[in-house]
């Protein structure tokens, strides 16, 4: 149920897609408390903003832990720009393959896997699902590197303001300012024997 006065709803189908959230095998959902199979669970109406939830079984649970272990991986930067009229994706592609170049004459490169071009407006989201348009009137060129090191993925960020002023017809939409490097936080799923967790519980009064 939920309190008075709260907005939402509860029933049987906003509970039945909170059960179901982010969910793998259903016999089988691992909690560091008990292994649940959630496809013993039964819900019935119970009035107004109530849902009966019982009949859930499980199993013992595992002898380890997730851990989410969070990591320095280099650094990255990212900048956009507008590009309207005429050839839009012509010039967003042309605008690209500037910045390249010229990182290139500088001695810069970056790996292909390293890079990022989208050309948002042009089916990037829904690539084969949704027709994209042959001449698109306006696009935006969303570019990006990332890299161990952190003054190259600065010498990129430089390379975006210059096309705004002498790039191809129709450059605009900067905002934003010069893209800075930042650092990647990147993210390692991993199991940890319990036998090594020494559960703590403090009590803070104020």
């Known amino acids: 149920t939920k309190?008075?006065?709260t907005g939402g709803r509860v029933s049987?189908?906003?509970v039945s897609s909170q059960l179901v959230y982010e969910m793998g095998?259903?016999?089988?959902?691992?909690t560091p408390d008990v292994v649940a199979d959630f496809t013993s669970v039964h819900l019935t109406p119970d009035g107004k903003d109530r849902v009966r939830v019982s009949g859930i079984q499980g199993k013992p649970p595992?002898?380890?832990l997730?851990?989410?272990?969070?990591?320095?991986?280099?650094?990255?930067?990212?900048?956009?720009?507008?590009?309207?009229?005429?050839?839009?994706?012509?010039?967003a592609e042309l605008c690209a393959d500037i910045?390249?170049?010229?990182?290139?004459?500088?001695?810069?490169?970056?790996?292909?896997?390293n890079r990022m071009v989208e050309f948002l407006g042009t089916d990037v989201c829904l690539p084969g699902i949704a027709p994209a348009p042959d001449h698109p009137s306006e696009?935006?060129?969303?570019i990006g590197v990332r890299d161990q090191d952190r003054e190259k993925v600065d010498r990129f960020g430089m390379e975006?303001?210059?096309?705004?002023?002498?790039?191809?017809?129709?450059?605009?939409?900067f905002a934003g300012g010069r893209p800075k490097a930042t650092e990647i936080i990147s993210y390692w799923p991993a199991l940890l024997p319990k036998k090594f967790i020494e559960p703590e519980v403090q009590v803070v009064e104020f």
């Open 3 to 5: 309190h008075e006065n």
């Open 12 to 14: 049987l189908e906003t």
């Open 25 to 30: 095998d259903p016999r089988n959902y691992i």
């Open 62 to 64: 595992s002898e380890f």
């Open 66 to 91: 997730k851990v989410s272990i969070s990591y320095l991986s280099g650094y990255k930067a990212v900048g956009q720009l507008t590009i309207a009229g005429p050839d839009a994706r012509e010039k």
């Open 99 to 113: 910045i390249w170049q010229r990182l290139a004459y500088d001695g810069v490169s970056f790996a292909e896997e």
């Open 139 to 142: 696009v935006v060129l969303r």
């Open 160 to 173: 975006i303001v210059p096309l705004v002023t002498s790039g191809p017809p129709g450059v605009t939409g």
